[in-house]
Protein backbone atom coordinates (compact mmCIF):
# COMPACT_ATOMS: atom_id res chain seq x y z
CA UNK A 1 0.00 0.00 0.00
CA UNK A 2 1.75 3.89 -1.00
CA UNK A 3 2.16 5.59 1.72
CA UNK A 4 1.64 9.27 2.30
CA UNK A 5 2.85 11.07 -0.90
CA UNK A 6 3.94 14.90 -1.34
CA UNK A 7 5.30 16.54 -4.25
CA UNK A 8 7.48 18.57 -4.75
CA UNK A 9 9.93 16.92 -2.43
CA UNK A 10 12.72 20.45 -2.75
CA UNK A 11 11.18 23.82 -3.28
CA UNK A 12 13.87 27.00 -3.96
CA UNK A 13 11.86 30.16 -4.17
CA UNK A 14 12.71 34.35 -3.99
CA UNK A 15 10.82 36.08 -1.69
CA UNK A 16 7.38 37.26 -2.46
CA UNK A 17 7.09 34.47 -4.73
CA UNK A 18 3.98 32.27 -4.28
CA UNK A 19 4.67 28.53 -3.26
CA UNK A 20 2.42 25.75 -3.09
CA UNK A 21 2.81 21.97 -2.08
CA UNK A 22 0.31 18.95 -2.65
CA UNK A 23 -0.42 16.00 -0.49
CA UNK A 24 -2.07 12.75 -1.57
CA UNK A 25 -3.03 10.77 2.08
CA UNK A 26 -3.51 6.90 1.82
CA UNK A 27 -6.49 5.99 0.80
CA UNK A 28 -8.99 5.90 3.02
CA UNK A 29 -7.65 7.56 5.68
CA UNK A 30 -10.12 10.67 6.27
CA UNK A 31 -7.90 13.08 8.12
CA UNK A 32 -5.16 15.23 7.18
CA UNK A 33 -2.95 17.19 8.58
CA UNK A 34 -0.21 19.65 8.04
CA UNK A 35 2.79 20.01 9.84
CA UNK A 36 5.86 23.03 9.95
CA UNK A 37 9.24 21.49 10.77
CA UNK A 38 11.95 24.26 11.45
CA UNK A 39 15.45 23.14 11.40
CA UNK A 40 16.31 21.04 14.26
CA UNK A 41 12.28 20.84 15.69
CA UNK A 42 9.74 18.78 16.23
CA UNK A 43 6.94 19.13 13.53
CA UNK A 44 3.88 21.81 14.49
CA UNK A 45 0.65 21.26 13.38
CA UNK A 46 -1.02 23.70 10.84
CA UNK A 47 -3.91 22.24 10.38
CA UNK A 48 -6.16 19.46 10.59
CA UNK A 49 -8.83 18.44 8.09
CA UNK A 50 -11.58 15.68 8.53
CA UNK A 51 -12.50 14.49 5.24
CA UNK A 52 -12.86 18.00 3.17
CA UNK A 53 -13.84 20.68 6.53
CA UNK A 54 -11.03 22.64 8.26
CA UNK A 55 -11.49 21.29 11.93
CA UNK A 56 -8.15 23.06 13.47
CA UNK A 57 -6.57 25.62 11.75
CA UNK A 58 -5.50 28.13 14.52
CA UNK A 59 -2.36 27.64 14.22
CA UNK A 60 -1.98 28.80 10.70
CA UNK A 61 -1.36 32.29 9.58
CA UNK A 62 -4.58 33.15 7.69
CA UNK A 63 -2.71 36.24 6.25
CA UNK A 64 -0.43 33.85 3.53
CA UNK A 65 -1.38 30.26 4.60
CA UNK A 66 -4.09 28.99 2.52
CA UNK A 67 -5.16 24.82 2.90
CA UNK A 68 -7.84 23.09 0.94
CA UNK A 69 -9.56 19.49 0.69
CA UNK A 70 -11.77 20.01 -2.03
CA UNK A 71 -13.04 16.30 -2.45
CA UNK A 72 -11.92 14.94 1.03
CA UNK A 73 -9.09 13.48 -0.48
CA UNK A 74 -6.16 15.48 -1.87
CA UNK A 75 -5.01 18.74 -0.09
CA UNK A 76 -3.07 21.95 -1.34
CA UNK A 77 -1.09 24.25 0.75
CA UNK A 78 -0.53 27.57 -0.60
CA UNK A 79 1.85 30.46 0.64
CA UNK A 80 1.29 33.81 -0.68
CA UNK A 81 3.62 35.65 -0.72
CA UNK A 82 6.29 33.51 1.14
CA UNK A 83 8.83 35.13 3.61
CA UNK A 84 12.41 34.51 4.28
CA UNK A 85 11.22 33.07 7.55
CA UNK A 86 9.23 30.39 5.72
CA UNK A 87 12.07 27.90 5.16
CA UNK A 88 11.15 24.91 6.39
CA UNK A 89 9.76 21.31 5.78
CA UNK A 90 6.32 21.21 5.44
CA UNK A 91 5.03 17.43 6.34
CA UNK A 92 1.42 16.07 5.63
CA UNK A 93 0.42 13.30 7.70
CA UNK A 94 -2.70 11.53 7.50
CA UNK A 95 -5.23 8.76 10.20
CA UNK A 96 -8.16 6.42 9.71
CA UNK A 97 -10.14 9.24 11.66
CA UNK A 98 -9.47 10.97 15.04
CA UNK A 99 -10.60 8.48 17.17
CA UNK A 100 -9.11 6.93 20.20
CA UNK A 101 -5.61 5.76 18.94
CA UNK A 102 -5.84 6.94 15.15
CA UNK A 103 -1.73 6.63 14.24
CA UNK A 104 -0.65 9.65 11.84
CA UNK A 105 1.30 7.93 9.05
CA UNK A 106 3.61 11.03 7.83
CA UNK A 107 4.91 11.69 3.86
CA UNK A 108 8.54 12.39 3.36
CA UNK A 109 7.47 16.64 3.20
CA UNK A 110 8.37 19.85 1.24
CA UNK A 111 11.76 21.16 1.88
CA UNK A 112 11.22 24.62 1.29
CA UNK A 113 13.73 27.15 0.59
CA UNK A 114 13.28 31.11 0.35
CA UNK A 115 15.49 33.35 -0.88
CA UNK B 1 9.82 25.72 23.31
CA UNK B 2 7.77 22.60 23.16
CA UNK B 3 6.14 21.21 26.12
CA UNK B 4 7.66 18.02 25.36
CA UNK B 5 10.75 18.32 26.21
CA UNK B 6 13.80 15.91 24.48
CA UNK B 7 17.58 15.85 25.04
CA UNK B 8 19.30 16.77 21.77
CA UNK B 9 22.22 14.19 21.35
CA UNK B 10 23.07 10.80 21.71
CA UNK B 11 26.22 8.89 21.42
CA UNK B 12 26.39 5.07 21.12
CA UNK B 13 28.51 2.51 20.27
CA UNK B 14 26.89 -0.33 18.02
CA UNK B 15 25.96 -3.12 19.83
CA UNK B 16 25.04 -1.13 22.89
CA UNK B 17 21.84 -0.12 24.34
CA UNK B 18 20.55 3.40 23.44
CA UNK B 19 18.37 4.90 26.23
CA UNK B 20 16.32 7.97 25.01
CA UNK B 21 14.04 10.12 27.61
CA UNK B 22 11.00 12.31 27.29
CA UNK B 23 9.03 14.50 29.55
CA UNK B 24 5.92 15.52 29.07
CA UNK B 25 3.54 18.22 30.48
CA UNK B 26 -0.29 16.95 30.06
CA UNK B 27 -1.30 14.43 32.51
CA UNK B 28 -4.27 14.07 30.64
CA UNK B 29 -2.57 12.50 27.46
CA UNK B 30 -3.82 9.15 26.73
CA UNK B 31 -1.17 8.30 23.70
CA UNK B 32 2.39 8.89 23.88
CA UNK B 33 4.50 8.19 20.51
CA UNK B 34 7.71 7.38 19.25
CA UNK B 35 8.73 8.39 15.71
CA UNK B 36 12.27 7.94 14.00
CA UNK B 37 12.83 10.70 10.98
CA UNK B 38 16.15 9.51 8.70
CA UNK B 39 17.93 12.36 7.14
CA UNK B 40 15.38 14.00 4.38
CA UNK B 41 12.74 11.54 5.18
CA UNK B 42 9.44 12.08 6.84
CA UNK B 43 8.25 10.56 10.47
CA UNK B 44 8.28 6.93 10.58
CA UNK B 45 6.33 5.86 13.17
CA UNK B 46 8.15 3.37 15.53
CA UNK B 47 5.82 2.80 18.47
CA UNK B 48 3.27 3.90 20.90
CA UNK B 49 1.50 3.49 24.46
CA UNK B 50 -1.57 3.52 25.73
CA UNK B 51 -1.62 5.44 29.13
CA UNK B 52 -2.77 2.82 31.31
CA UNK B 53 0.16 1.05 30.24
CA UNK B 54 3.92 1.05 32.37
CA UNK B 55 5.87 -0.97 29.62
CA UNK B 56 5.44 -2.41 26.30
CA UNK B 57 8.37 -4.51 23.98
CA UNK B 58 8.14 -4.38 20.64
CA UNK B 59 11.61 -6.80 19.46
CA UNK B 60 14.68 -4.21 20.00
CA UNK B 61 12.65 -1.95 21.70
CA UNK B 62 10.92 -1.03 24.74
CA UNK B 63 9.02 2.30 25.89
CA UNK B 64 8.67 2.57 29.41
CA UNK B 65 5.96 5.01 30.90
CA UNK B 66 6.23 6.44 34.26
CA UNK B 67 2.20 9.00 34.33
CA UNK B 68 3.70 10.24 37.71
CA UNK B 69 6.68 11.85 36.65
CA UNK B 70 5.08 12.12 33.17
CA UNK B 71 8.50 10.70 31.53
CA UNK B 72 8.42 8.33 28.92
CA UNK B 73 11.83 6.66 27.45
CA UNK B 74 12.46 4.65 24.56
CA UNK B 75 15.61 1.86 24.89
CA UNK B 76 16.68 0.42 21.94
CA UNK B 77 18.82 -2.55 22.42
CA UNK B 78 21.44 -3.94 20.31
CA UNK B 79 21.74 -0.40 18.31
CA UNK B 80 22.81 -0.40 15.01
CA UNK B 81 24.79 2.25 12.70
CA UNK B 82 21.02 1.87 10.81
CA UNK B 83 19.29 3.10 13.94
CA UNK B 84 21.23 6.42 13.84
CA UNK B 85 18.82 9.23 13.25
CA UNK B 86 16.45 11.43 14.81
CA UNK B 87 14.14 10.64 17.41
CA UNK B 88 10.87 12.43 18.21
CA UNK B 89 8.11 11.62 21.27
CA UNK B 90 5.09 13.33 20.66
CA UNK B 91 2.09 13.09 23.44
CA UNK B 92 -1.43 13.15 22.26
CA UNK B 93 -3.58 15.41 24.82
CA UNK B 94 -7.13 13.58 25.89
CA UNK B 95 -9.27 16.87 24.87
CA UNK B 96 -7.04 17.66 21.73
CA UNK B 97 -8.82 15.52 19.09
CA UNK B 98 -6.05 13.83 17.09
CA UNK B 99 -3.13 16.63 17.89
CA UNK B 100 0.29 15.69 18.66
CA UNK B 101 2.51 17.67 20.56
CA UNK B 102 5.72 16.88 19.14
CA UNK B 103 9.29 17.25 21.72
CA UNK B 104 12.33 18.93 19.73
CA UNK B 105 13.89 15.13 18.78
CA UNK B 106 17.00 13.69 19.92
CA UNK B 107 19.76 13.05 17.92
CA UNK B 108 21.06 9.34 18.07
CA UNK B 109 24.85 8.54 16.62
CA UNK B 110 25.53 5.30 16.21
CA UNK B 111 29.58 4.70 15.94
CA UNK B 112 30.67 1.27 14.66
Redesign the interface.
Known amino acids: EAGVVQSPRYKIIEKKQPVAFWCNPISGHNTLYWYLQNLGQGPELLIRYENEEAVDDSQLPKDRFSAERLKGVDSTLKIQPAELGDSAVYLCASSLGTGSGDTQYFGPGTRLTVL | G?D?EQSLFLSVREGDSSVINCTYTDSSS??L?W?KQEP??????LT?I?SNMDMKQDQRLTVLLNKKDKHLSLRIADTQTGDSAIY?C?ERPNNA????T????TRLMVKP
Open positions: EVTYYYGAGLQLYFFAGNMLFGGG
